[in-house]
Protein backbone atom coordinates (compact mmCIF):
# COMPACT_ATOMS: atom_id res chain seq x y z
CA UNK A 1 0.00 0.00 0.00
CA UNK A 2 1.22 3.48 -0.69
CA UNK A 3 0.40 6.80 0.74
CA UNK A 4 0.80 10.25 -1.40
CA UNK A 5 0.50 13.32 -0.28
CA UNK A 6 0.63 16.32 -2.51
CA UNK A 7 1.71 20.23 -1.41
CA UNK A 8 2.50 22.85 -3.26
CA UNK A 9 -0.61 24.63 -4.69
CA UNK A 10 -2.03 27.76 -4.27
CA UNK A 11 -2.69 30.93 -6.28
CA UNK A 12 -0.69 32.41 -9.03
CA UNK A 13 -0.67 34.92 -11.58
CA UNK A 14 -1.12 33.98 -15.15
CA UNK A 15 2.78 33.58 -16.44
CA UNK A 16 3.73 32.66 -12.83
CA UNK A 17 5.77 29.19 -11.45
CA UNK A 18 4.19 27.02 -9.17
CA UNK A 19 6.02 23.75 -7.95
CA UNK A 20 4.38 20.90 -6.70
CA UNK A 21 5.55 18.16 -4.67
CA UNK A 22 4.43 14.31 -4.39
CA UNK A 23 5.81 12.55 -1.37
CA UNK A 24 5.26 8.94 -0.66
CA UNK A 25 5.19 6.92 2.51
CA UNK A 26 7.89 4.51 1.17
CA UNK A 27 10.61 4.33 -1.72
CA UNK A 28 8.78 5.40 -4.80
CA UNK A 29 11.83 3.39 -6.84
CA UNK A 30 9.11 0.78 -6.13
CA UNK A 31 6.25 2.82 -8.21
CA UNK A 32 5.75 1.71 -11.73
CA UNK A 33 4.13 4.25 -12.99
CA UNK A 34 3.67 7.80 -11.33
CA UNK A 35 2.87 11.08 -12.21
CA UNK A 36 0.19 14.01 -11.83
CA UNK A 37 -3.13 14.35 -13.13
CA UNK A 38 -5.58 17.36 -12.39
CA UNK A 39 -9.45 17.77 -12.48
CA UNK A 40 -10.80 21.37 -13.32
CA UNK A 41 -14.74 22.45 -12.40
CA UNK A 42 -16.71 20.30 -14.39
CA UNK A 43 -14.44 18.76 -16.48
CA UNK A 44 -12.76 14.54 -15.85
CA UNK A 45 -9.73 14.17 -14.98
CA UNK A 46 -7.02 14.16 -17.00
CA UNK A 47 -2.88 13.23 -17.14
CA UNK A 48 -0.84 16.08 -16.53
CA UNK A 49 2.67 14.06 -16.64
CA UNK A 50 4.12 10.69 -15.90
CA UNK A 51 6.71 8.11 -15.71
CA UNK A 52 6.02 5.19 -16.98
CA UNK A 53 7.29 1.73 -15.92
CA UNK A 54 9.23 1.91 -19.38
CA UNK A 55 11.05 4.42 -18.62
CA UNK A 56 9.30 6.67 -20.21
CA UNK A 57 7.99 10.30 -19.83
CA UNK A 58 4.93 11.34 -21.11
CA UNK A 59 3.31 14.90 -20.85
CA UNK A 60 0.12 16.32 -22.01
CA UNK A 61 0.13 18.36 -25.09
CA UNK A 62 -1.25 20.94 -23.42
CA UNK A 63 1.72 21.62 -20.99
CA UNK A 64 4.38 20.09 -23.24
CA UNK A 65 7.43 22.98 -22.77
CA UNK A 66 5.86 24.60 -19.86
CA UNK A 67 5.81 22.02 -17.32
CA UNK A 68 8.73 19.19 -15.94
CA UNK A 69 8.05 16.71 -13.80
CA UNK A 70 10.86 14.79 -12.10
CA UNK A 71 11.51 12.91 -8.67
CA UNK A 72 14.42 12.56 -6.20
CA UNK A 73 14.10 8.84 -4.84
CA UNK A 74 16.41 9.38 -2.13
CA UNK A 75 13.39 11.87 -0.89
CA UNK A 76 10.95 9.74 -1.97
CA UNK A 77 9.46 12.77 -3.75
CA UNK A 78 8.32 13.40 -6.88
CA UNK A 79 7.56 17.06 -8.39
CA UNK A 80 6.03 18.90 -10.55
CA UNK A 81 7.45 22.38 -11.91
CA UNK A 82 5.12 24.46 -13.42
CA UNK A 83 5.64 27.68 -15.10
CA UNK A 84 4.19 29.69 -17.58
CA UNK A 85 0.88 29.47 -15.78
CA UNK A 86 -2.51 29.94 -17.81
CA UNK A 87 -5.84 30.11 -16.12
CA UNK A 88 -6.55 27.36 -17.95
CA UNK A 89 -4.26 25.63 -15.71
CA UNK A 90 -6.32 26.10 -12.65
CA UNK A 91 -7.70 23.11 -11.28
CA UNK A 92 -7.07 20.58 -8.66
CA UNK A 93 -3.83 18.46 -8.99
CA UNK A 94 -3.36 15.03 -7.70
CA UNK A 95 -0.16 12.64 -7.19
CA UNK A 96 -0.72 8.74 -9.21
CA UNK A 97 1.19 5.87 -7.92
CA UNK A 98 0.53 2.42 -9.39
CA UNK A 99 2.23 -0.32 -6.73
CA UNK A 100 -0.45 -3.91 -7.44
CA UNK A 101 -3.07 -1.17 -7.78
CA UNK A 102 -3.69 2.01 -8.03
CA UNK A 103 -3.09 5.08 -5.65
CA UNK A 104 -3.98 8.88 -5.32
CA UNK A 105 -3.58 11.66 -2.83
CA UNK A 106 -5.81 14.08 -1.99
CA UNK A 107 -5.33 16.96 -4.30
CA UNK A 108 -4.22 20.38 -4.13
CA UNK A 109 -5.66 23.34 -5.66
CA UNK A 110 -4.16 25.85 -8.01
CA UNK A 111 -5.36 28.37 -9.14
CA UNK A 112 -4.12 31.15 -12.04
CA UNK A 113 -5.71 34.64 -11.87
CA UNK A 114 -5.34 37.89 -12.27
Known amino acids: QVQLVESGGGLVQPGGSLRLSCTAS????????MGWYRQAPGKQRELVAIFTRYGITNYADSVKGRFTISRDNAKNTMYLQMNSLKPEDTAVYYCYGEVSGAYWGQGTQVTVSS
Open 26 to 33: GSIVRIIN
